[in-house]
């Protein structure tokens, strides 16, 4: 990867593996717990004289399986089964920070790559120290001890001691630097590497889990608030006469984002916003609806743009090219739809705050609540809770839902709780970017690859983060228009990507793999269009394109050998390829399609992935298969439209995800190589939809240029 | 008052009769395990039993269910030995999870009344219950494998 090649994956989110890890110990996570002692070396292991190993989690479980994947590898080198950690979810504190970002956050698929040997290095550091003690303790060199899950042996089969009676012991040693502690050799490896049961199994089937939603600090109050009925709508006044009147309404209050009902109980609140009037100024988002956005963003894109990549000479090369295409790509505004609904709980009380949330931006949000509310950040409280999903809404660049529930509970003296309905959460805004492109590209005479050009028109996510100022000031423009784009895999000759920033009234953030499930779909389907042109199946193609990325072609090879790409299918059945790199991971994907009238049937996805290298090989096909549902639910249906300023879309009812009548059968093979661990999290979605748009276009002969397919299908 | 049968124990509530079920489970119970995730029965995050059917409880007024058994996840016992929860162990299911009690609500009625469940009865039984993070093809093996833990009598 090149110096900058990686500048710019590290603006959207991949951090380069091999990052310097100190010992990070937080003072006030120091210290003995509980009494009688527990062994404490650093922020995230703790060993209990009565046995226990707790593991200290600084990153939001949202489904990814991160809530397994660092305790094993913080096991592993502890040397203890990952099965008997307790895991707890990490208080806001510098020693949780991500190592670049420097603030306390879960995203960007980048959890494993940016803590991987931050864990092997705490768990390392905890056995040596253990190691050490059973050594004073038996007067032996710690050459003749080995360690066992838990326990530290004399290699000649004598001696045995548990690491709880090890404990207080170790706790007097002091903590050995960073070269005196031995890593394990990967091939000595126990766990990781391995398939490993999720750790958090038993609490998700038995309802025990605790969401944000499920918090229950006493004498806590819900809340929902009538929010603006249209982008950028403020309100003018409100009459709340009548839902003061219903059972259980505690009192309503102006909020930055509306008017809040406050109950003592969820269902109260939700009448009580049924009661009120309010009377909104609507007049920022009249005149935006889709249909208007694209007629003003087909302008643009028809013009040049702020360069983002710029290789080779387009200009040159459109003039050369012996045949060529001009074509446009949409993509529309997507809502995330959590299954978990938006919510933030919490408790502003003699100066301080306590907040209760599922957030993928633990600092931020605690920042933020304190600008809020004129108090010191060191006066707030998070605690992070499981989340029911996140899929990057839940690190809102304005920490929206978090501050708002500061703002409600305020002045009240009891935890507030404050719930989003699922029409709230998708008429709320804070979509994936709608996304305009005009792209020119073509082939030699010969019909090799010539030329790439694309002006992408949308409105930038990155530079909206607190995160993104310094990552856009080091690169000088905002990567995030050009994600997937100006970083493609595929070899062109003659690249050139440009944007045109906009700034519509409606919010926009990431979506699960963020440019990435935009570009992916742009640039695959645009190749997919050449290969047409030259006469060539869309994988030989790809492989010409590839030709110098010999990681790229194996996983390529391996997706298309294991569909059975160029053998005889079911009669109706048709194949598609794409593949795209993001968060440091390869995947390509070919989905096998049937298409009858408008009714486009996907039977099985083949995915083939490389991640560098697997810990948890079982949790790797699962966000693999994950990625794929979610970015087919999106590349058939998914849509919001605006209309006078208002999202159209409210619920399932509007907006269909995928069920499971309707999911494909999808293999996943993992490519093992030696390139740097990549993110599982997000990388799986960006090729399913031009995937299957090529096999619709092999199966029909139309070209699918608009997403959702239903659209363009219409 | 009203008096619901909530995991075979008798419950008071002072509740509006209009309340949904979820509501009264949620928030006047302190029963978690059920989940709020659309209002509109379109997800099934909410499912639970009453009288032995898969019910969603966002859409059920409390007073409709005054003489009804009601079974929520939290029936099925804290350790997750049921044979659906071990199945959905076995095979990893669970992902964020906040879908996962109306799933495996769902399920328990699909198995409790189908000892062996084709694809097409687990499409039919389950078409109701949305899962994002795309856990479906292992909610239907793990059906599969509920149901012959079931008909092993219990033993894996």
Not at chain 1, 147 to 158: A, K, M, Q, S, Y
């Amino acid at each position: 990867m090149s110096t900058n090649r990686r500048a710019f994956l590290i603006g959207i989110g991949v951090v380069a593996a091999g990052t310097t890890v100190g010992v990070v110990v937080a003072p006030r996570l120091l210290g003995h717990r509980k009494p009688p002692f527990d062994f404490k070396p650093n922020a995230f292991v703790r060993i209990g004289t009565d046995g226990s190993f707790t593991m200290t989690l600084g990153k939001a479980e949202m489904g990814q399986g991160i809530y397994t994947g660092m305790p094993m590898t913080l096991a592993e080198e502890l040397d203890v089964n990952p099965q008997r950690l307790t895991i707890e979810f990490a208080p806001v504190d510098p020693a949780f920070n991500h190592p670049f970002l420097k603030m306390q956050f879960t995203g960007g698929s980048m959890s494993t790559i940016s803590t991987y040997d931050q864990m092997r290095l705490m768990g390392a550091t905890a056995r040596t120290m253990l190691v050490s003690a059973a050594a004073a303790r038996w007067k032996v060199p710690v050459e003749s001890l080995a360690t066992d899950d838990g326990t530290v042996v004399e290699r000649n089969g004598g001696r045995r001691a548990t690491y709880a009676s090890l404990a207080e012991d170790a706790a007097k040693l002091p903590v050995p630097a960073k070269e005196n502690v031995k890593l394990k050799d990967r091939g000595s490896f126990k766990y990781v590497g391995k398939p490993q049961k999720r750790l958090d199994n038993v609490v998700k089937v038995t309802g025990r889990a605790v969401f944000g939603s499920d918090v229950q600090p006493p004498e806590m109050l819900k809340a929902v608030i009538a929010r603006a009925p249209s982008f950028g709508a403020k309100v003018k006044s409100f009459d709340a006469t009548r839902a003061r009147a219903v059972k259980g309404v505690v009192d309503v209050k102006q909020v930055p984002s509306g008017v809040a009902v406050i109950a003592e109980n969820t269902w109260a609140a939700l009448k009580g916003r049924e009661a009120l009037q309010v009377e909104w100024d609507e007049s920022a988002g009249q005149n935006v609806s889709t249909a208007s956005l694209r007629a003003e963003w087909r302008g643009l894109a028809a013009k040049p743009g702020a360069v983002g990549k710029d290789v080779g000479n387009v200009k040159n090369a459109l003039a050369n090219a012996a045949r060529k295409i001009d074509v446009e790509y949409e993509l529309p505004y997507l809502a995330h739809a959590c299954m978990e609904p938006m919510n933030a709980a919490a408790l502003v009380k003699d100066g301080r705050c306590t907040l209760w949330v599922g957030t993928q931006n633990q600092s931020q949000d605690l920042n933020l609540v304190a600008q809020a509310l004129g108090i010191p950040p060191a006066n707030v409280e998070l605690h992070t809770q499981f989340l029911g999903g996140g899929f990057g809404r839940r690190a809102s660049t304005h920490s929206d839902f978090t501050v708002e529930a500061a703002h409600v509970a305020n002045g009240v003296g009891r935890p507030v709780h404050v719930v989003w309905t699922r029409e709230d959460d998708m008429r709320g805004g804070f979509y994936r970017p709608y996304s305009i492109s005009r792209v020119r590209a073509g082939l030699t005479a010969d019909g090799k690859p010539l030329f790439y050009h694309q002006t992408v028109v949308g409105k930038p996510v990155l530079k909206q983060s607190p995160i993104g100022k310094p990552i856009i000031d080091k690169l000088g423009f905002d990567p995030s228009s050009f994600e997937g784009a100006a970083n493609t895999l595929y070899g062109f000759p003659n690249l050139r990507v440009e944007s045109h920033d906009t700034d519509e009234v409606v919010t926009n953030l990431w979506w699960r793999s963020v440019g990435n499930s935009i570009h992916g779909f742009v640039v695959n389907g645009v190749v997919d269009e050449l290969a047409t042109l030259a006469g060539q199946d869309g994988y030989a193609f790809r492989r010409e394109l590839l030709a110098t990325q010999p990681r790229a072609l194996a996983v390529l090879d391996a997706a298309a050998k294991n569909a059975g790409w160029g053998q005889p299918l079911p009669a109706g059945r048709h194949h598609g390829i794409a593949l795209h790199e993001s968060f440091g991971s390869i995947v390509a994907e070919v989905a096998e399609v049937s298409v009858e009238g408008r009714n486009v049937r996907v039977h099985r996805v083949t995915c083939a992935i490389d991640c560098g290298f697997a810990i948890n090989p079982d949790q790797v096909v699962a966000q693999v298969q994950s990625a794929v549902i979610y970015g087919l639910s999106a590349a058939l249906a998914g849509e919001i439209t605006i209309d006078k300023g208002r999202a159209v879309q409210g619920n399932f009812t509007d907006y269909p995800v995928l069920r499971m009548s309707e999911v494909p059968q999808i293999d996943v093979h993992i490519v093992e190589s030696d390139g740097p661990l990549g993110g599982l999290g997000e990388p799986g979605t960006p090729p399913i939809a031009p995937a299957v748009c090529a096999a619709i276009h092999a199966a029909t002969g139309q070209r699918i240029r608009r997403l959702p397919i239903a659209a363009s299908l219409a | 008052m009203i008096t619901l049968n909530v995991n075979g124990q008798s419950r008071q509530i002072d509740a509006d009769p209009e309340m949904p079920l979820l509501w009264a489970l949620r928030d006047l119970l302190k029963l978690t395990g059920t989940k709020y995730g659309c209002g509109v029965a379109a997800c099934g995050a909410c499912t639970v039993h009453v009288d032995g059917q898969p019910v969603r409880s966002c859409v059920t007024p409390v007073s409709s269910v005054a003489n009804a058994k009601i079974a929520t996840i939290e029936s099925l016992g804290v350790k997750g030995d049921h044979p659906v929860q071990r199945a959905w162990i076995e095979l990893d299911v669970v992902q964020c999870g906040y879908c996962q009690s109306g799933q495996i609500m769902s399920a328990v009625a699909l198995v409790e009344s189908n000892a062996n469940p084709t694809d097409a009865d687990i499409d039919a039984a389950m078409d109701g219950n949305i899962c994002r993070c795309g856990t479906y093809p292992r909610i239907r093996a793990a059906i599969k494998r509920a149901a012959e833990i079931k008909r092993n009598g219990g033993a894996a």
